[in-house]
Nanobody, 114 residues
Framework: QVQLQESGPGLVKPSQTLSLTCTVS??????????WSWIRQPPGKGLEWIGS???????YYTPSLKSRTSISRDTSKNQFTLQLNSVTPEDTAVYYC??????WGQGTQVTVSS
């Protein structure tokens, strides 16, 4: 079965770039018609979709974050990554990677603080 695991720093300073990696096991990131996505949940708030990447490297981002977000794949490592630039404390959240929003990683806490 497909499993996802997020990794990356738990603390990022304001104005820096948040970089997270999702490692996929039990399935290939090159599978057709799959959306590999990043979703976050700020403290006390609901889930927020950040963006997705497909098997053809098409990317889609939520409008409010589009100017600061980049999602890419590394097929040799079966991973996909999130980069969020110019972070502020409002980007503090638990970040999840998902496969079609059906299979989820366990989530990783990212805190933006100096």
């Amino acid at each position: 079965q497909v499993q996802l695991q997020e990794s990356g720093p738990g603390l990022v300073k304001p104005s820096q770039t948040l970089s997270l990696t999702c490692t996929v096991s039990g399935g290939s990131i090159t599978s057709n018609y799959i959306y590999w996505s990043w979703i976050r949940q700020p403290p006390g708030k609901g889930l927020e979709w950040i963006g997705s990447i497909t098997h053809s490297d098409s990317t889609y981002y939520t409008p409010s974050l589009k100017s600061r977000t980049s999602i890419s794949r590394d097929t040799s490592k079966n991973q996909f990554t999130l980069q969020l630039n110019s972070v502020t404390p409002e980007d503090t959240a638990v970040y999840y990677c998902t496969r079609d929003r059906v299979v989820w990683g366990q989530g990783t806490q990212v805190t933006v603080s100096s």
